[in-house]
């Protein structure tokens, strides 16, 4: 029986596991997940009287954030509840600690200090007189300001992307590899943008620092395979190029997985023990890196062989 964490060259040779023979359910089900995200979008697009798709937050959308104190601890939820009812819809909270709170709220004013304490003054309101709420700090974003760091972060995705594409095309000199890969990555931030869309929660510069990160990551498993499939496609010549994928993911799934494994421990302790202010971003590279490990071994490999000249093989 083949043991994943202790394999023997010679067995994943002779026995591999022929991961290609999922390539058609891999497409499906990477299908349904683009599938599910162009519709939420278009959905989420038309039916919205403002157009509203994604819930941006206030870095991306303009608005003001003023750091509460409270005098004792209170729920995020309570105090989100309170600056609905007082005409704030759509606001969020960080609870940086169990009696301090960041409140953000999409809207903009010319008195950012007036507009904060009308803020903190309906939060005081609605907790009662048991609790104090003091300001300690109060910041704003402008409309177009936020604008521009939304259109920013699509950049940075986009150029990552093509500067990987070019990277990977160079190392391997093949066409091949470098679009297995890039399809795989794109298909990793599809991935995290799906759920954020689906379940609207709200993207911020921290979820767009994950998805980078993601990138990182994702593609760094994604070469250690390639760079196993070109020697083995010199090693294994009187093979075809699909036993030598198959060959190469099974020599490399220990690694792969271990490494997944190892990286979920720290995201998982984040998401749990991390608090409100690092949910999203814990949450985005969980969904990365889960994803991560699928597209590498379902969707980069399977690109690879179907784009792989077989003659070379």
């Known amino acids: 029986m083949f043991n994943f964490f202790r394999y023997h060259k010679s067995e994943a040779i002779n026995n591999p596991i022929d991961f290609l023979k999922l390539q058609y359910v891999s497409a499906i089900v990477s299908g349904l997940l683009l599938a599910s995200f162009f519709g939420t979008y278009l959905y989420k697009r038309f039916t919205n009287p403002d157009g509203h798709t994604?819930?941006?937050?206030?870095?991306?959308?303009?608005?003001?954030?003023?750091?509460?104190a409270f005098n004792k601890p209170v729920e995020s939820e309570k105090v989100v509840a309170i600056?609905?009812?007082?005409?704030?819809?759509?606001?969020?909270?960080?609870?940086?600690?169990?009696?301090?709170?960041?409140?953000r709220v999409k809207k903009e004013a010319k008195d950012v200090s007036r507009e904060a304490e009308l803020i903190r003054e309906a939060v005081q309101k609605g907790l009662g007189s048991e609790y104090t709420v003091t300001i300690e700090q109060t910041?704003?974003?402008?409309?177009?300001?936020?604008?521009?760091?939304?259109?920013?972060?699509?950049?940075?995705?986009?150029?990552?992307?093509?500067?990987?594409?070019?990277?990977?095309?160079?190392r391997f000199w093949s066409f091949a590899y470098a679009m297995g890969a890039i399809v795989s990555l794109f298909h990793d931030a599809i991935a995290i943008l799906?759920?954020?869309?689906?379940?609207?929660?709200e993207i911020s510069m921290n979820v767009i620092g994950a998805i980078l990160a993601v990138l990182g990551y994702s593609v760094n498993d994604t070469i250690v395979i390639f760079a196993r499939v070109r020697e083995n496609v010199k090693l294994l010549a009187n093979r075809s190029i699909y036993d030598v994928i198959n060959i190469s993911i099974t020599e490399t799934l220990s690694r792969t997985l271990l490494t997944t494994f190892a990286t979920l421990l720290v995201v998982v302790s984040l998401l749990v023990f991390g608090g409100e202010t690092l949910r999203d971003l814990s949450l985005a590279l969980f969904i990365g890196i889960i994803f991560g490990i699928y597209s590498t071994i379902f969707i980069a490999t399977p690109v690879l062989y179907m784009l792989y000249p077989k003659k070379s093989a």
């Open 54 to 68: 994604f819930n941006y937050s206030v870095d991306f959308t303009g608005g003001i954030q003023t750091l509460l």
């Open 194 to 201: 799906a759920f954020f869309l689906i379940f609207d929660k």
């Open 83 to 103: 600056l609905e009812k007082a005409g704030w819809p759509g606001s969020v909270t960080r609870e940086f600690s169990a009696t301090e709170h960041l409140v």
């Open 139 to 170: 910041d704003s974003v402008g409309m177009a300001t936020g604008s521009m760091m939304r259109t920013n972060s699509i950049y940075a995705i986009l150029v990552s992307l093509i500067l990987m594409l070019l990277y990977i095309a160079i």
